[in-house]
């Protein structure tokens, strides 16, 4: 491959794994934020440890997510010089946002909140889950901001052969933002629900004594799954109002992706809506569902790097539509072994990051809320009470 197919490339494997790190991160931190709601005003000790036990997924996930991050923001100067020169002026200001939300306001609301059990006051503490996910959200907003902004240059005038920012209210109602955000939240709750659901199943399926405790696990997941497929097809659908047009029919390949996002979703969804959650809630027989929740933990991955892909191949051979070039975006002076090189680093470094992420979840979930390093009091782990009929 030449030089500007193995940047491509590069881009594509970071990005993706990248964002298997934050799409389960935008769904398990509203769900942990539910479960700790619920202990706090009911003194429940199964949403206690319920909290302790998802909420240390969710931080396993959280902490070497954020290291890909770096890897991400790293290669804008490494591989696309020529995007910050030409649009930096734009394109920077919501990456600049998102680094500060990111990485001071939501890793502090963490740690407070990682560290706060026993210490802080119960609302106080409960605040700080709320604070971590709406910063969460917030960074993922800043985010969609920013390739809104390549998808849709909205807001911005060419001056001096540079792209500047002439109307900011025009850049976050960006006709490529409105429905995309949405739709991305709607991936995530499908996501980390989905998690919660296939984990459950599993351990159910084990026949554990902790049935309650999964059981009750189960039951959100599924119900907060089902609403965040609903999520997002409905604003999946409604983002074909801001394609812009030919998008899919330059030939780049772009609509495979998406129809098979689309295909897949389509069956996940009807079969969360129509057959799983209603069998979950009201047939008192459901055990026979656990293996199809397992397997269906993995799609919802599947479908957001397919969404990404989408979103990101059908854009091509434009870095920023119809103003520059992947081609021109390209860093001056690259050579294949360079990018080869960084290649092959960042992806032996992120791939690493991914298989330790998914074997410390596997390995808390297959020891169950027993011995919970998070909120466990200063004597020692403690056991998650409440676990069984």
């Not at 119960?122 to 809104?148: D, R």
């Not at 293996?291 to 993995?298: A, D, E, K, S």
Request: charge should be neutral; hydrophobic fraction near 55%; aromatic fraction near 12%.
């Amino acid at each position: 491959m030449d030089v500007l197919e193995l940047a491509r490339t590069q881009f594509a494997v970071t990005g993706s794994l990248h964002f298997l790190f934050v799409v389960l991160t935008l769904g398990l931190a509203p769900i942990v934020a539910l479960m700790h709601t619920r202990h706090v005003i009911s003194g429940s000790a199964l949403h206690g440890g319920m909290t302790r036990f998802w909420g240390q997924v969710y931080v396993i996930n959280y902490a070497l997510g954020i290291v890909t991050g770096l890897v991400m923001e790293f290669q804008f100067g490494l591989s696309w010089s020529g995007l910050s020169d030409y649009a930096g002026d734009v394109f920077g200001a919501p990456l600049a946002m998102e680094t500060l939300v990111a990485f001071f306001l939501e890793s502090t609301f963490l740690g407070l909140w990682i560290f706060g059990w026993g210490r802080l006051p119960k609302w106080l503490h409960l605040a700080c889950i709320w604070l971590v996910t709406l910063t969460a959200y917030a960074s993922a907003f800043f985010i969609m901001v920013a390739n809104s902004f390549l998808q849709n240059p909205a807001g911005s005038v060419v001056r001096n052969g540079r792209l500047e920012l002439v109307d900011f209210g025009a850049l976050l109602t960006n006709k490529a933002l409105v429905f995309s955000f949405p739709h991305v939240i709607g991936a995530g709750l499908l996501t980390g629900a989905a998690l919660l659901a296939g984990a459950s199943a599993y351990r159910l399926r084990r026949r554990t004594e902790d049935t309650l405790f999964f059981g009750k696990s189960l039951r959100t997941g599924v119900g907060v799954a089902a609403l965040g497929a609903f999520l997002a097809m409905g604003f999946g659908y409604a983002q074909f109002g801001g394609i812009q047009e030919g998008k899919f029919d330059d030939g780049s390949g772009g609509a495979v992706p998406l129809g098979l996002m689309i295909e897949i979703g389509q069956l996940l969804a009807f079969v969360l809506l129509f057959l799983i959650l209603p069998i979950i809630y009201w047939l008192p027989r459901w055990r026979w569902t656990h293996p199809v929740l397992m397997i269906m933990t993995p799609l919802p991955f599947v479908l957001a790097i397919l969404g990404w892909m989408a979103r990101e191949i059908g854009r091509q051979p434009w870095m920023v539509w119809h103003k520059l070039t992947v081609a021109d975006a390209l860093t001056p002076g690259l050579t294949s072994g360079m990018v080869t090189a960084s290649l092959i680093g960042f992806a032996a470094v992120l791939g690493l990051l991914a298989v330790v992420d998914y074997v410390l979840i596997a390995r808390v979930i297959r020891r169950g809320p027993y011995g919970l390093d998070l909120g466990a009091s200063p004597a020692g782990a403690e056991p998650a009470p409440a676990l069984s009929h």
